[in-house]
């Protein structure tokens, strides 16, 4: 390698960086554009929801595929391969010309972002031992908040001022400029004995997931007790019971779910499932509330929501100093706690509120994920090995979608229970701040359950990732000094 060339670490982080901003600013920028792409193909709104579903059931149908990809053809190649297809389905996803084009790149586009998380995660935590994850996921937890906060500006800001092609678009310079950057620099990691291709498990998968994506998407607009919401959320649940069946049986299974039985990855992944669970239900919910029932834009529903995303990186800074003394545990306990309490008193936000609550209240909520992301993002995967990463961080990408998922899917089911609209007093309709109060309380609760599982966190397994670097290069040094 030449000398001039950056360490592996630089490029690794830089490639995940760039991976994670598009694949999590996907997620939420579209949201805001779904009302003008029902007038750009002349369908009521309701009717693009297929844009969004599309990219859930095909993140969800390929996430289990990506750690044996990774293990079999090189994190490098799989890696460049979901770069490729998620920047090329950007740019067809710009060129649609009908609402059906749309959604068949979206699921293109969806295969991508399914293997980009995974194999990032995988090829971060192989380069990066566990004394220095706090330190380096000071920087990169920017690129899992910064996305999702970012998402709801930067879509309205692009749709007001330019076309809502461009927020598919506006991915195209940061994906081209990776895969060239990582085509030069990133270095091929291969698992010896990676078996053959596990396909019961892709379709039983595959299938699964797809079809309790659908149900738990579709479900708050449908209805619950709708046939077609009940018979693939039972299917799916029944195919994924045959998986986890076929997967404990199989000599080299897809998803390797016997780490479950590691203790210290068990209960973090627990943990971000229902933090996840919470704050991308409220992420969800608090643009609905300002432009459904406060009457916002979409830039000012997304200027208002970013100020969490500031939070978090006000916040990190500090939990990074905290971690090493205080442990996983305690951070994550106390970190749910505080964003429960917060949540809470979102509940309590009337139509005349001072916008200002609003936001310094998702400020708050940004300091107390801090406390959940950085410490949980250092300790998962501290005892595992570098042979079972790969498929450790698949499990993690699939319990974090899942969480993002069922968060949505409650809070949403609330408000669609209860009735977001209410009959005035003279025959009008108008906002039922019931509904919005009981869908943030229910977030709440979930963000409580998080807290209680924190608290089953063995700080003692994570003691590897609480030793400052400089302290374990001196004993490093003392014990191979002659």
């Known amino acids: 390698m030449s000398a001039r060339a950056p360490s592996q670490k630089v490029v690794v982080a830089i490639i995940y960086i760039c991976g994670m901003v598009m694949n999590s600013l996907d997620s939420t920028i579209i949201t805001v554009a779904l009302a003008t792409l029902g007038r750009e193909f002349g369908v009521p709104p309701a009717a693009t929801k297929g844009v969004i579903i599309g990219y859930l059931v095909s993140l969800a149908v390929f996430i289990p595929t990506s750690g044996w990809l990774g293990d079999r053809w090189g994190t490098k190649r799989t890696f460049l391969l979901a770069l490729t297809l998620f920047t090329g389905a950007s740019a067809l996803c710009g060129l649609a010309g009908s609402l059906n084009q749309l959604i068949l790149f979206r699921i293109l586009q969806g295969a991508g972002g399914g293997l980009l998380t995974p194999v990032g995660m995988a090829m971060l935590f192989r380069t990066f031992p566990p004394q220095e994850r706090v330190g380096v996921g000071r920087i990169l937890m920017f690129a899992t908040i910064?996305?999702?906060?970012?998402?709801?500006?930067?879509?309205?800001?692009?749709?007001?001022?330019?076309s809502w092609r461009w927020t598919f678009y506006v991915n195209l310079p940061v994906g081209l400029a990776a895969l060239l950057f990582g085509g030069l620099f990133l270095h091929e990691h291969r698992e010896e004995g990676a078996g053959a291709f596990d396909l019961p498990g892709f379709l039983l998968a595959g299938s699964g997931f797809a079809l309790v994506m659908y149900a738990l998407s579709e479900g708050p607009i449908s209805g619950w007790a709708s046939p077609a919401i009940i018979a693939p959320g039972?299917?799916?649940?029944?195919?994924?019971?045959?998986?986890?069946?076929?997967?404990?049986?199989?000599?080299?299974?897809?998803?390797?779910?016997?780490l479950l039985g590691n203790r210290l990855f068990r209960s973090t992944i627990m943990v971000s499932f229902f933090a996840t669970g919470s704050f991308l239900g409220v992420l969800f919910l608090v643009p609905l509330f300002l432009q459904e029932a406060r009457g916002a834009s979409p830039l000012d529903a997304g200027l208002t929501t970013f100020p969490e995303a500031l939070g978090v990186i006000v916040s990190t800074q500090i939990v990074a100093r905290l971690y090493p003394r205080f442990g996983p545990r305690r951070l994550m306990a106390g970190g749910l706690t505080w964003v429960a309490i917060d949540i809470a008193l979102l509940s309590l936000i009337d139509l005349d509120s001072n916008p200002w609550l609003v936001r310094g209240l998702m400020f708050g909520i940004g300091v107390g994920m801090a406390y959940i992301f950085l410490p949980n993002q250092a300790a998962s995967l501290a005892t595992i090995s570098s042979a079972d990463t790969g498929r450790a961080s698949t499990l993690s990408s699939v319990q974090r979608q899942l969480g993002s998922a069922v968060g949505v899917a409650i809070l949403s089911g609330v408000l669609a229970a209860i009735g977001p609209l209410t009959v005035t007093a003279t025959g009008a309709t108008g906002p039922n701040l019931a509904a919005y109060r009981a869908a943030f309380l229910a977030a709440a609760a979930l963000a409580l359950v998080g807290a209680?599982?924190?608290?089953?966190?063995?700080?003692?397994?994570?003691?590897?990732?609480?030793?400052?670097?400089?302290k374990v290069s001196a004993a490093s040094r003392r014990v191979t000094s002659p």
């Open 452 to 470: 209680l599982l924190a608290l089953r966190v063995p700080d003692a397994d994570a003691a590897a990732t609480m030793r400052p670097k400089a």
């Open 146 to 162: 910064l996305g999702p906060a970012c998402g709801p500006i930067l879509g309205g800001f692009l749709i007001e001022r330019l």
């Open 234 to 258: 039972v299917g799916g649940a029944a195919l994924l019971a045959l998986f986890v069946a076929v997967e404990l049986r199989a000599a080299a299974p897809m998803v390797q779910l016997r």
